[in-house]
């Protein structure tokens, strides 16, 4: 036996196949001299250690192979889920009700009011205009039907009320009276004719009345011209043309021009803003652009709502709006365009939480499993903040208890703060858990300015709540067929949705605004800004305030 076996046969691991890394050592002797045999075993025990190492590496990169897979495959099944979710899933993000859970049992809730649940009361209409009618006893009825002997009439009577409302098209028709001169004066005209009531249109046929009801019915109401004018065709039998309507519309556009003008100039002296933008289809070839997808814009303060169309979704957008000169706080999404007002310093950008919560709900319902319950635990703690919150406000004027509530607010972001700071510190953390927290990270800054400034809200949804009549407008006619129209709708969009804001009747309000405009010519008033509504006077705003019915004290 030879040198190299004996070292072998002492390891005891010799065999037919080769041998194991114990004795590796030992082979590796200086093979000088070494006989034929011992280089031949040699070589052997090389070429076993060699697959070994090779098919070590294959079956790694196989693991590493099939674990990027079965990533792959997750992140796949979880787009699809988001794609289901986004095409067929609920709109709303509203919890589900106390009711639900009896539902899903099979006891399902009865429709209308509620056992146990107070309601509204017997609503009265003081406000409306009374039209009073008198319900008397045939005179057959007012004897005894025995004897014939005669009721006695009583004080006072017996009051009901139903409430009818009557519409009606009529025709105004003008009869100018006319005078002719009778002396010889050369500066007397033949013919001396009545002036006519004032028009919105030079020689236009339709009144006042009607341009207010166009106007109200599509920029407030949102419903189609054609199907206003298809209800006065069928319903009163009046016959409009669509092109009349058309050519009214752009000869109206100016009158509203510089009410928008003061409504913007107002909107940049607030010092805090909501701001949003979504789609509005413009249906023009535009010079450098592709498509029909316009932006409408709306930014919305205190006291007034802008909204703003726009070609593009560019950041030069708000920054052309908010100037040189506007300071203060804007409640936005994390979309990027509103970023570039951080640049100057003069704009403070607080985001909205409520995107925050959708990015842990979609994980949730998009991922599942683990996930799910990881991403419904950050959903819970930011409704914690939102209930923190809300005491603080309701505390706002009462120093003592709102430091209290502020203490614990700020705990709790502190808290949350640190949780995001030591899961992000997780090498493990990988896919949509690390994204979701990385996008947390980014925008904490803004996320918290709520913190320190209460009259701000934690969310944007006052932004979004103004473009919900909007959004109804575009699904019902599609946006706008020309540049013009488009302008118009955005104009009308503000100063209703300002009005509303300041609860005033828009269609009283159209009605004196465009009487005035008739009057003057069929141009918007030397005194236009005096109809805006922080420019009325209390006697004027009182006619012009949204009317409301309250329940009955009886």
Known sequence: MCHTELVV??????????????????????????????????????????EAAYWR???????????????????????????????????????????????AQGCRRGRGQQRGVPGHGRRRHAALPAVEEMCDLDPAQR?????????????????????E???????????????????????????????GPPKLIPKGSLGVSLWTLILIDKFLFQRPTYRLLADLRWSHGLEIAQGTVTGGLEQIKPLFEPLVKSIVTKSLTATHWHADETRWPVFVDWDGKQGHRWQMWVVVSKSTVVFQLDPTRSAQVPVAYFGKTATGILSVDRYVAYKVLLKEGRIVLAFCWAHVRRDFLGVAKDWGGQHEAWALGWVAKIGDLYQLNDQRVRVLDVPEEFATAQS????????????????????????ARRKVLESLAKHWAGLIVFVDHPEVPMDNNVAERAQRNEVVGRKNYYGSGSVWSGQLAAMLFTVFQTLLLWKLNPRRWLSEYLQACAEHGGQAPADAESFLPWNLSEARRAPLAVARSGPDSS
């Open 9 to 50: 046969a002492a390891a005891g691991v010799v065999g037919a196949d080769g041998v194991s890394g114990d004795v590796r050592g030992a082979l590796a002797l200086d093979v000088e001299g070494s006989c034929a045999r011992c280089l031949g075993f040699k070589a052997k025990a090389d070429l076993a250690h060699g």
């Open 57 to 103: 590496v294959m079956h790694s990169r196989a693991v590493e192979r099939e674990a990027q897979l079965e990533a792959e495959i997750e992140e796949l099944q979880a787009k699809l889920r988001q794609r289901e979710r986004q095409l067929f899933g609920r709109r709303s993000e509203r919890g589900k009700g106390k009711n639900e859970g009896q539902q």
């Open 143 to 163: 004897c005894c039907p025995t004897c014939e002997c005669p009721y006695e009439l009583l004080e006072g009577t017996e009051d009901s009320e139903v409430i």
């Open 165 to 195: 409302v009557e519409v009606r098209a009529h025709r105004r028709v003008i009869r100018r009276t006319r005078y002719r001169s009778t002396c010889r004066c050369p500066a007397q005209p033949g013919i001396v004719t009545a002036a």
């Open 408 to 431: 614990r607010l700020r705990e709790a972001v502190e808290q949350m703060a640190e949780l995001r700071r030591l899961e992000l510190a997780d090498a493990k953390l990988i896919g």
